[in-house]
């Protein structure tokens, strides 16, 4: 047969809703389904047949003809329910699932089949037939529990599953990264976006210390930052509990520092069970009691947490160890090339005068004279510059041993005249010394041979970075009892080599003590040195039982150098106008 534009067909699709019930109503019960019903996409019931009549207390069929607009049995997670109807009916796929509904106070699980009821060619599907079955009831007798609420029990469930994704995210998220403070905000900001909570916090932990300080925040708007608030843990109980049991912790304390709803949950992360953070959480009073499994997922959180904090600290650690490595080498190499310097040009010079006088090229027996001087001069500084290489490798190797006796601080001080007062008469620069004034002698404990080796250090880098002006070496007695080493002592004296050069900024003065480091790498062709001095006049110093302080208010504003050296025996003080001093140019 051949249907044409103008055949009459029969009418078989019925024309109105009421007549789509009243057919449903009928056909339901025949489908041999224990649970049938049709809906619309907005989760209306069309019609409604069930043979689990007495479960429900009433005739199903008053839930499409009456109870619609009363929610009378409708999905616990209705959200997602209607998500899946609108898929069908776009899709026109039918779906099986398992589902919660509530009635009254009663929860089902059904077991469904969905499908979309095909519409006529060119509209739109608006309608499914749902087939099922059912899998188990709660109903709030004593047999299941009468404390809990049916409905609540499958909200708890629903917010187990919520929180256990929410993990999952977290860790997700903070596995991909190193760096500490992308992992303390993330986790901050997931927690609060998902549980849209006032306020979560994380402070990390240092067992050494008793405060902790807010690195990362998520606050509502309303609220008040805490980043950078220092809290003492002592003061919170959540936080001291937290830390110490490692457990999470709800408390609820009126007036409550860190919460104003007066309820807090602070967890600690932990790696190797050694707390390293605290979280904590504003929870507002209208919040469920938290459930055993809630707690164990906040401590999964921690766990996770911790441990990634652990291996971002690790990893920050190895980098700044390889950074100082690089610069350890990096300096090392500069020192070589300077200290290759430094040995070359004297070297050269002696070779150079030498080779001369071996050749004949010498005029007569003065100038004969004046060379082997000049290599002389060479090869005391040649010396000097491999003595300072020895000395210091000595002090690294842990073999430096000094053998300390009583000296005489005047002797000490001649010497240093004799040997440093001429060099600055060559730059003409005055040099002055000054010993406390005292009627018997200042004797101190030390080795003679290394403490006018410091001395000579510390006079002669004075006289090398100044030029005008001049340097004063002076004494003074501090009266205070010390033992070093096992050795009582009545007091210290202190050394204050001053002069008027050129002085070291502020910023650079921590890299004057600094093994194979100069302040200024471009002024050691201009000065010479191997950058040793003041780092091995340290070492020494500290053997003997004393101190070395460098000042400078900056640069062109010269240096005093400072060094403290264990007292002998008390001397008899004098009157400050009877000083002993001396100036020699």
């Given at each position: 047969m051949t249907i044409t534009a103008n055949s009459q067909l029969p009418n078989i699709f019925p024309q109105n809703l009421e007549s789509i019930n009243s057919k449903a109503d009928r056909l339901l019960p025949t489908l041999g389904a224990e649970l049938v019903y049709t809906q619309d996409g907005t989760g209306r019931y069309l019609s409604f047949y069930w043979q689990k009549t007495d479960l429900l207390g009433f005739n199903p069929e008053r839930i499409a003809t009456e109870c619609n607009a009363e929610e009378v049995f409708i999905p616990v997670d209705q959200a997602a329910y209607l998500e899946r109807v609108h898929r069908i009916l776009t899709s026109l796929v039918p779906e099986r699932c398992q589902c919660w509904f509530k009635c009254d106070r009663n929860l089902f699980e059904l077991e469904l089949a969905i499908c979309p009821m095909i519409p006529p060619l060119g509209t739109n599907a608006t309608t499914v037939l749902v087939t099922g079955r059912l899998l188990q009831v709660k109903v709030n007798t004593q047999e299941v529990n009468v404390a809990i609420n049916p409905q609540h029990q499958i909200d708890l469930e629903l917010r187990s599953q919520k929180h256990q994704k929410l993990v999952n995210k977290i860790t997700r998220n903070i596995r991909r990264t190193l760096d500490l403070d992308v992992i303390w905000q993330q986790t901050v900001d997931s927690l609060g976006k998902a549980l849209q909570l006032e306020r979560c916090i994380i402070c990390p932990y240092q067992p050494t210390s008793s405060k902790v300080r807010v690195i990362a925040e998520y606050h509502q708007p309303e609220r008040p930052s805490m980043l950078g608030l220092e809290i003492d843990v002592n003061t919170e109980p959540a936080f001291a509990q937290a830390l110490a049991t490692l457990e999470p912790v709800v408390m609820e304390v009126p007036g409550y520092n860190l919460c104003p709803q007066q309820k807090i949950l602070v967890v600690a992360t932990c790696y190797q069970d050694q707390a390293n953070a605290l979280i904590a959480i504003n929870l507002p009073d209208e919040c469920h009691p938290l459930t055993d499994g809630e707690l164990e997922l906040a401590t999964e959180v921690a766990d996770q947490l911790g441990t990634a904090i652990a291996h971002a600290t690790l990893y920050k650690e190895l980098e700044a160890a390889r950074q100082k490595a690089e610069e350890a080498s990096r300096l090392k190499s500069e020192f070589l090339a300077n200290v290759s310097h430094e040995i070359r040009t004297p070297l050269n010079g002696m070779i150079g005068f030498l080779k001369l006088i071996l050749d004949g090229m010498v005029d007569d027996v003065d100038e004969t004279n004046q060379f082997l001087e000049e290599a002389h001069e060479l090869s005391l500084h040649l010396l000097t510059v491999i003595n300072d290489i020895l000395d210091i490798a000595k002090i690294e190797a842990g073999k430096m041993e000094l053998v300390c006796a009583p000296v005489k601080l005047d002797e000490l001080f001649a010497d240093v005249e004799n040997f440093m007062c001429p060099q600055a008469a060559?730059?003409?620069?005055?040099?002055?010394?000054?010993?406390?004034?005292?009627?018997?002698?200042?004797?101190?404990?030390?080795?003679?041979?290394?403490?006018?080796?410091?001395?000579?250090?510390?006079?002669?880098?004075?006289?090398?970075?100044?030029?005008?002006?001049?340097?004063?070496?002076?004494?003074?007695?501090?009266?205070?009892?010390?033992?070093?080493?096992?050795?009582?002592?009545?007091?210290?004296?202190?050394?204050?080599?001053?002069?008027?050069?050129?002085?070291?900024?502020?910023?650079?003065?921590?890299?004057?003590?600094?093994?194979?480091?100069?302040?200024?790498g471009s002024r050691t062709r201009q000065y010479g040195g191997t950058g040793l001095g003041l780092a091995i006049s340290q070492k020494l110093v500290e053997a003997m039982g004393g101190e070395v302080h460098f000042y400078s208010l900056g640069e062109g504003l010269g240096s005093t150098v400072t060094f403290t050296v264990p007292l002998y025996q008390q001397p008899v003080m004098l009157s400050s106008t009877d000083n002993v001093s001396g100036e020699c140019c």
């Open positions: 060559v730059k003409n620069l005055s040099f002055r010394m000054q010993l406390p004034p005292t009627s018997d002698d200042i004797i101190v404990q030390g080795n003679y041979q290394r403490l006018l080796q410091v001395m000579l250090n510390l006079t002669g880098n004075a006289i090398k970075f100044t030029h005008e002006g001049g340097i004063t070496v002076s004494a003074d007695i501090v009266v205070h009892k010390g033992k070093f080493p096992e050795q009582q002592f009545p007091g210290m004296v202190r050394v204050r080599v001053a002069d008027t050069g050129i002085g070291v900024s502020l910023d650079q003065q921590d890299k004057l003590f600094q093994l194979f480091s100069q302040v200024d």
